[in-house]
């Protein structure tokens, strides 16, 4: 069965300093992916989503941005983080079959964000 | 683009009475609607999703309905439980190819089941 990671579970930041939070799945291949950022009390933005090895497609402009150095892997990074980057980091995935996306997707643990 | 506007955004309802939750969404060409739960602090769970050749679905105490003249969706919790209070999602997805699906969600509605 599938299953994906994130890591870390909770970060503090100070404002100004790099990000980097990783997504992994397993138990599938070449999955869709994406990362979702939920403000306290908030829904769910899309902020990127990525169909395949160094495939990115921006959803919102920020100060984040996104890699996927393996088919698996999925990155999301910042230079230097804002009070406003604080949130609730979702990675989700998705299965690709006969051509086309399921629709079905599906969210790892998330990442806390607290920049100070 | 798609949007997704979701009411209430808190219910409140007694243990054992049926919860109602509404969606309304833009986009016509939308044709995969999901409902998501959060538990507090836990990522989001799919319960239920229905998609546009079908008018309603149920899985156990749960349905959704569908109407896309109207462009609105419906979540209907019965026999409610103090374990279903959580946040709950809806989303519409529009058709994709490989090129990737995008789920456009609502705001939330928190619901709380006192018993």
């Known amino acids: 069965s599938q299953t994906i990671h994130q890591w870390p579970a909770t970060l503090v930041q100070p404002v100004g300093s790099p990000l980097s939070l990783e997504c992994t799945v397993e138990?599938?291949?070449?999955?869709?992916l994406y990362w979702y950022r939920q403000a306290a009390g908030r829904g769910l933005q899309l902020l990127f989503y990525s169909v395949g090895i160094g495939q990115i497609s921006s959803e919102v402009p920020q100060n984040l941005s996104a890699s996927r150095p393996q088919d698996r892997q999925f990155i999301l990074s910042s230079k230097k983080l804002l009070l406003s980057d604080s949130g609730f980091y979702l990675c989700?995935?998705?299965?690709?079959?006969?051509?086309?996306?399921?629709?079905?997707?599906?969210f790892g643990p998330g990442t806390r964000l607290t920049v100070l | 683009g798609e949007n997704v506007e979701q009411h209430p955004s808190t219910l409140s309802v007694q243990e054992g009475d049926s919860a109602v939750i509404k969606c309304t969404y833009s986009d016509s060409a939308s044709n995969y609607f999901p409902w998501y739960k959060q538990e507090l602090g836990k990522r989001p769970q799919l319960i239920i999703d229905i998609r546009s050749n079908v008018g309603e679905k149920k899985d156990q105490r749960i349905a959704v309905t569908l109407n896309k003249t109207a462009k609105h969706f419906s979540l209907h919790i019965t026999e409610t439980q103090p374990e279903d209070s959580a946040v709950y999602f809806c989303a519409a997805s529009s058709p994709r190819t490989a090129a990737g699906n995008k789920l456009t969600f609502g705001g939330g509605t928190r619901v709380l089941v006192k018993p």
């Open positions: 138990g599938t291949s070449n999955p869709n």
């Open positions: 989700a995935w998705s299965v690709v079959g006969s051509g086309r996306a399921i629709d079905e997707q599906f």
